[in-house]
């Protein structure tokens, strides 16, 4: 037996169904970009020329559906970290893409480096519950010019495994195209060791550039995760119900212009919608609320047959504190109650601008929680111990018991590796975020990620700097 | 309309559970360690061992009693604005109790807990609408032990005028605490029961003589019950979630059947107290993932009994308001509200319950009110679709100049916390969050005012409590229930 969860009833995912396929054949959606126009047409769409619209059938939204692939590649740098989306259990990865850098001892924080990428990398390399990673910081102090081939080069040279990230232009498609083939040591469509994280522009937008872009990275074999971004109360509209429907027509219109323009392209539907804070007009990561869209979409996801990541275990909290992991907990059992295949979680506060150390290895602990409470565990003789009940009878113990041992070592209490248990004398004196920086600056040290071959890191540097000789 | 809900036994699964329950009655039994308990239960059918003072109860009479327990349970306020009414279908939140020692969180040192800390932390409650009900949630060290457990439920009712549950550990406490609760509810406990008394059964499969005994007379004079089996998994109780909840709730039915017999149609609550034990030190564990599952499956199995229930959840491990604290409570927090708990006990306390932070209790209302968010029923219609601000906003443009987004934002489609720091870092940059909540614990209890008990209401709780002193040769020098600090 396992925790089971509905929100939605089959009545209501019609409904939001419904809504969703009414805005999509009413209002449309801008593509922004004319390389799709005529395919968009030949299927079926309404396209307006001139504003590079469309209004999407549901007819062709379905048949664009069922070329979705179930079960999804991860490739990693090293094959030892594949992971496959639909092969059963939750997957895990980083949150990007933090501005800032917090130091978790004095409260400071500074612009990301291309140092603090590469240690937050180092150490989603030695996390094991991490399965795959997202860019999480950006530097500031690479050319932004290549900023996402150089965010590339730095992740794979200090990680094994798969990485998620954008790339903004065509231009620098078949540059990151050739970069990546270059560490997998295969073709893409072989080894896809990257996937593109492809934002919409709320409400019902796609960015020409980044569209092109990702266009390009999917015929090359690399899988899309759709991350639709509405915020309610700026960019969507101001309920939970009505920003999930926003999401899931702007998911739907990426399903249709990829299915379109790479027929048969692994994608994900990935949920990105959240709140916005009224007063500052911040995004928000850690509200209810946003528990109650990813759950939304998440569902509604299902119902059309797609893998779906969902947003959680990050907050709006500013340090490793309460708020923080009361935020990112019900956010991560919103998320994996709702049966996400995938959740962005790892290291991000500050509602995704800053990246900390020392709440990586904390959110380690957190996603194994969570992972213990999911877990699936027979109701029957094997777990009711009556044999056990009887012989101990009224009073007494059940210390010396040969199940307690068995039991104990199988796993059936689960056993954090950083929060504190024990007396409180024991931790008296050390804080809990000093453990985990502690923690991490270890797991940094004793990292053993192998170097990029010397012949593959001079060809990604060739790469990058023909590239950037070019848009001189 | 729409409401997130958590199931996990299956209807196979909670037979399965209750059939090992009811084999665990018949055929092992329970110590009741009373002969009063064992004379009732002979009378009513059970095998009783007068010797062994235990008794096998036979799932008939279990359902017999069963039947006589109301299904909803009224818990009356000082203020009778302050009425709860547990299985109503609402979700209420109670202090958690008992601990030991006080931490200041500003400096992470703890003290034993006082008189003093205990009035303090009754009127934080008092002033805070996310509570509706408490525990006396601090043991008052510094009071007389031989009249501690009447002085204890003064200084609460005095600090609080909302509804008190504790325990009555001593049968000859029972007499003159109901003297107290009459008086300050004005009349009978049945009309108002200012009170509920708390029985911890002792696993596995016991009860305590004394315990039983006062909850016997209590519940004799209108008080409402909660039921609290307390098994950790591998120590008092099986090595597993699944057996530990069926010792929980064997122990839970064998209570029922007990003050059913001695009050038919008492109100009895059934409460999660079972855990897991820390198999290094043998501490109890109230944050684990497996304490929430044992809560899932002891609020299920509550249902299916017809009874109400509360559940343990938001109190934590950790030993200080940090991202463990915040996690740990919202992991038992999420999978209780979810799975359909009436009452969820909560606020303040961590380091499995033995410390109480008045910092948290402030960061534990803001747990509680994103909960009450997350389990809220919302509707699933066009009034949240708004598809006509969709359609007309179109493609690109936003929806802050929308009317639906002024009205909905007032009307709470956004939960607004009121200590978790949101918006830009810069503002909060040198205000660490548990200093920020220690601060306006302290602004509150210098602000806030409780209702005082009426003088002759006072007075009397007074002469009851000198007349017991007297009775039991308690020393006239103790610190007394109404001392100023």
Redesign the interface.
């Known amino acids: ?9 089959e009545t ?1 995912r019609q ?2 169904h419904e ?1 969703t396929v ?2 999509l054949e ?5 593509y922004n970009t004319p390389i799709l126009t005529q395919p968009l047409r030949e299927a079926g769409a309404i396209v307006d020329e001139a504003k590079l ?1 469309a209004k999407l059938p549901w007819e062709l939204v379905e048949r664009c559906l069922r070329q979705v692939p179930r079960d999804i590649l991860l490739a990693g740098r090293d094959p030892a970290y594949d992971c496959t989306v639909g092969a059963g259990g939750m997957l895990y990865t980083s949150d990007g893409a933090a501005t ?1 850098m917090l130091d978790d001892l004095t ?1 400071e ?1 500074h612009e990301g480096t291309e140092a603090d990428l590469a240690a937050m990398m180092c150490l989603y390399d030695a996390v094991p519950e991490v399965d795959f990673t997202w860019a999480t910081i950006t530097p500031g102090d690479v050319d932004s010019r290549v900023g996402n081939l150089e965010m590339a080069r730095i992740t794979f040279e200090h990680s094994r495994k798969h990485l998620q990230d954008e790339v903004r232009t065509p231009e620098q498609a078949p540059v990151m195209i050739e970069l990546l083939e270059a560490i997998a040591g295969a073709p893409l469509s072989e080894r896809p060791i990257w996937s593109a994280t492809n934002c919409t522009i709320a ?3 796609h960015d020409a550039e980044m569209t092109e872009a990702h266009i390009l990275m999917a015929r090359a074999g690399c899988p899309i995760f759709v991350l639709p971004m509405p915020q ?11 920003t999930s ?2 999401n899931m027509a702007e998911l739907l219109s990426a399903v249709v212009l990829f299915q379109l323009g790479a027929p048969g392209c692994a994608m994900v539907s990935a949920v990105g919608s959240a ?1 916005a ?4 007009g ?1 995004y ?1 990561s850690g ?3 946003d ?2 869209i990813n ?1 939304v979409c998440i569902e509604m996801s299902r119902f059309y047959g797609l893998r779906t990541q969902g947003s959680a275990v990050s907050c ?15 956010t991560g ?2 998320s994996a ?1 709702a049966g996400a295949d995938i959740m962005l979680a790892f290291g991000l506060m ?2 995704a ?2 990246a900390s150390l020392a ?1 990586t290895v ?1 959110d380690a ?2 996603v194994n ?2 992972e ?2 999911m877990r699936e ?4 003789e094997t ?4 044999d ?3 012989e ?8 010396a ?1 040969k ?6 070592r199988g796993g ?3 056993q ?1 590796k ?7 004398d024991q ?3 050390t ?3 000093k453990d985990a920086w502690d923690r991490a600056q270890a797991l940094i040290a004793e990292n053993d990620v192998p170097p990029l071959p010397d012949d593959v890191r001079r060809h990604v540097r060739a790469v990058i700097d023909a590239y950037l000789g070019g848009a001189r | 309309m729409a409401r997130p809900r958590l199931t996990y036994l299956s209807r196979e699964d909670r037979e399965f559970v209750h059939e090992q329950a009811t084999r665990v009655l018949a055929e092992i039994g329970i110590g009741y360690n009373t002969p009063e308990a064992i004379d009732l239960l002979a009378e009513a059918g059970a095998q009783a061992d007068r010797a062994a003072l235990t008794a096998r109860l036979p799932w008939e009479l279990v359902e017999r009693c069963l039947l006589t327990c109301p299904h909803e349970v009224r818990l009356a306020g000082r203020d009778p604005r302050h009425d709860v009414v547990v299985g109503d279908g609402s979700l209420t939140f109670c202090a958690d109790g008992t601990a030991t020692y006080m931490l200041d969180e500003r400096t992470g040192r703890r003290e034993e807990g006082s008189a003093e800390w205990l009035r303090k932390a009754m009127r934080l409650y008092d002033a805070l609408p996310e509570v509706d009900y408490a525990w006396p949630t601090i043991s008052a060290r510094d009071l007389d032990p031989l009249t501690a457990g009447l002085e204890i439920e003064a200084i609460s009712l005095a600090n609080l005028s909302k509804h008190v549950q504790d325990e009555v550990r001593d049968p000859a406490h029972a007499a003159p605490l109901i003297e107290i609760f009459e008086a300050v509810a004005g009349g009978s406990l049945w009309d108002r029961p200012v009170f509920s008394t708390i029985d911890c059964t002792v696993a596995p499969l016991q009860h305590e003589r004394e315990m039983t005994e006062a909850t016997m007379a209590m519940v004799r004079a209108g008080v409402p019950v909660l039921v609290l089996p307390m098994p950790l998994s591998g120590t008092t109780g099986p090595m597993s979630v699944l057996g530990t909840m069926i010792v929980t709730v064997a122990e839970l039915l064998s209570a029922v059947v007990l003050f059913q017999l001695a009050q038919p149609g008492c109100g009895i609550i059934s409460g999660m107290g079972a855990g897991v034990a820390d198999m290094r030190s043998g501490l109890y564990l109230c944050g684990a993932p497996e304490c929430a599952l044992m809560n899932v499956i002891g609020i299920e199995m509550s249902h299916f009994y017809g009874l109400p229930c509360t559940a343990s959840a938001i109190t934590c491990d950790a030993k200080a308001s940090n991202q463990q604290a915040g996690a740990e409570g919202m992991l038992t927090g999420t999978s209780c509200a979810l799975a359909g708990a009436d009452t969820i006990l909560a606020f303040g306390c961590s380091d499995g319950a033995q410390s109480l932070s008045l910092a948290k209790v402030m960061l534990d209302c803001d747990s509680v009110g994103a909960l009450r968010r997350l389990v809220r029923e919302d509707p699933i219609d066009e009034t949240r679709a708004l598809f006509d601000d969709i359609a007309a906003v179109g493609i690109g443009g936003h929806y802050l100049g929308r009317k639906s987004t002024r009205q909905l934002h007032r009307a709470g489609e956004v939960w607004q916390p009121a200590l978790w720091q949101r918006g830009p870092f810069e503002q909060y940059q040198g205000r660490p969050l548990a200093g920020e909540a220690a601060d306006r614990a302290d602004e509150l209890l210098r602000t806030h005012e409780v209702a005082p008990l009426p003088e002759d209401v006072a007075a009397e709780i007074d002469a009851v409590i000198e007349r017991y002193a007297r009775t039991v040769g308690a020393s006239g020098a103790r610190v007394s229930w109404h001392d100023a600090p």
């Open positions: 037996m396992r925790p089971r969860f509905e929100y939605l009833t209501e409904f939001v809504q009414r805005l009413e209002v449309g959606v801008a619209q800032y409260g924080r409400p019902l937008q309610m109360g700026t960019t969507g509209p101001m309920s939970v119900l009505g429907i926003l709140v804070e009224m007063r500052s911040l928000l509200a209810p609320e528990g109650l759950v709006d909290a500013k340090a490793c504190d309460l708020q923080a992991g009361a935020e990112g907990m019900l059992m919103a109650l500050d509602s601008q800053t709440k904390l602990d957190t929680a969570i213990r409470f565990d027979p109701v029957d777990r009711a111990l009556m056990d009940l009887i101990v009878g009224i009073g007494g113990h059940f210390l018991r199940s307690t041992r068995r039991l104990y059936e209490l689960w954090p950083l929060w504190h248990r024990g007396t409180f931790h008296a004196g804080p809990l975020v």
